[in-house]
């Protein structure tokens, strides 16, 4: 096996395809009840991803890639809540890629960020404690806890910790 170039960096417009590849992927591999990328088109338009500047990078967050060599094998995102408060988004990895810390690494970036910009709070959500049960360990592994619905999205799950 060659030496793998692994990194995280921030996305650039022509990834944009590559990064909603990867979550429709990962998306029809965790939820029983998707069977096509129409039916999760009518959960999550991804229209965030196409909008990039305003939704992330001019609204005091941000988008990151990992990438293996050129390819986009995961991605993850810090999107403005409020001043005080952000929402770690679209942290999605290719199933080689999970349980080999490149989550970690991804998070800690997104945190290193976002106390950089002055965040205090990071809140999450996911689709279901059934689905998503790896991904709920992880995060409550990191400090995150349960908290109220914050959202009108379709998930089930939502979760906090201090940023500071």
């Known amino acids: 096996m060659k030496n793998q170039v692994i990194k995280i960096t921030p996305i650039k417009q022509h990834q944009i395809d590559e990064v909603k590849q990867v979550i429709i992927k990962v998306s029809l591999e965790i939820w029983d009840e998707l ?3 129409d039916d999760l088109k009518r959960y999550d338009s991804m229209s965030d991803i196409e909008e990039l500047e305003s939704h992330y990078f001019g609204n005091n967050g941000t988008f990151l890639v990992l990438l293996d060599e050129n390819r986009v094998v995961g991605s993850g995102a810090i999107r403005k809540l409020d001043d005080e ?23 800690q970036t997104l945190f ?7 965040y205090q709070k ?7 404690k059934e689905c998503q049960s790896r991904a709920l360990e992880f995060y409550k592994k990191l400090g995150f806890y349960p908290i109220e619905r914050y959202n009108n999205s379709p998930c089930e ?7 500071i």
């Open 112 to 118: 290193d960020f976002a106390k950089k910009v002055g």
């Open 122 to 128: 990071i809140r999450l959500d996911l689709a279901s």
């Open 85 to 107: 408060t952000c929402e770690l988004k679209r942290m999605w990895f290719l199933k080689e890629y999970r349980g080999k810390g490149y989550g970690l690494q991804m998070v």
């Open 35 to 37: 069977s096509s990328e």
């Open 157 to 163: 799950v939502f979760m906090e910790m201090s940023l």
